[in-house]
């Protein structure tokens, strides 16, 4: 069974940092590309950052580039957000999703696609002085 | 970057109904379009990807369809357990928007 079990969440001050984790079990984690999904109270889900499987290509959303940095230990079976300079916008809850990756043939060629089949149960940061 | 907008945001409805829920892409993405079911205090739960694909184990009430800009999700015969919010989202590279989402309630 595929699990994921993300951690790290706390209360922490405007301009503080934190470092979350997402453990992985159930399934071989090197083969898989992996992201961070937040959802703020209230609010739906916003993608925060992309890894891939083994490292090498990284995209972040606009609103987190420059203070938040994705990364993985395949070793360990573990996906990592370290989130600096924290701002109130940026409390929600955040969840680690599983990729699977696929291709949809078009007149035009290959488009390549996916989809987050597994998420795990979230963390929430709270950043409030 | 592409955006999505689903209506409607709130809808109503009743046990034994069917339910429509639209997304609208602002510019064209093939089928590349995934639907979400959340419940309060849970993770998203992935129901449709590449737009009218069944994922394992989701009841076959749940159906999507669309191509290219307009995208529905249909709920066929609405169960108790169905009352929740559901979401779009196209990926296809990075970043990979979300709907707004629709709330769907007993009426």
């Known amino acids: 069974e595929v699990q994921l079990v993300e951690s790290g969440g706390a209360l922490v001050q405007p301009g503080g940092s934190l470092r979350l984790s997402c453990a992985a079990s159930?399934?071989?984690?090197?083969?898989?590309?992996m992201n961070w999904v937040r959802q703020a109270p209230g609010k739906g889900p916003e993608w925060v950052s992309y890894?891939?499987?083994?490292?090498?290509?990284?995209y972040y959303a606009d609103s987190v580039k420059g203070r938040f940095t994705i990364s993985r230990d395949n070793a360990k079976n573990s996906l990592y957000l370290q989130m600096k300079s924290l701002r109130a916008a940026d409390t929600a809850v955040y969840y680690c999703?599983?990729?699977?990756?696929?291709?949809?043939?078009?007149?035009?060629?290959?488009?390549?696609?996916?989809?987050?089949?597994?998420w795990g149960q979230g963390t929430l940061v709270t950043v409030s002085s | 970057d592409i955006q999505l907008a689903q209506s409607p945001s709130f809808l109503s409805a009743s046990v034994g109904d069917r339910v429509t829920i639209t997304c609208r892409a602002s510019q064209g993405i093939s089928t590349s379009l995934a639907w979400f079911q959340q419940k309060p205090g849970k993770a998203p739960k992935l129901l449709i990807y590449?737009?009218?694909s069944l994922h394992s184990a989701v009841p076959s009430r749940f159906s999507g369809s669309g191509s290219g800009t307009d995208f529905t999700l249909i709920i066929s015969s609405l169960q108790p357990e169905d009352f929740a919010t559901y979401y779009c989202q196209h990926l296809n590279g990075y970043p990979s928007p979300f709907g707004q989402g629709t709330r769907l309630e007993i009426k």
């Open positions: 890894i891939s499987s083994r490292g090498r290509t990284i």
């Open positions: 999703a599983r990729v699977i990756p696929f291709d949809i043939v078009v007149d035009s060629g290959v488009i390549n696609t996916g989809y987050f089949d597994s």
């Open positions: 159930g399934f071989t984690f090197s083969n898989f590309e």
């Open positions: 590449d737009a009218s």
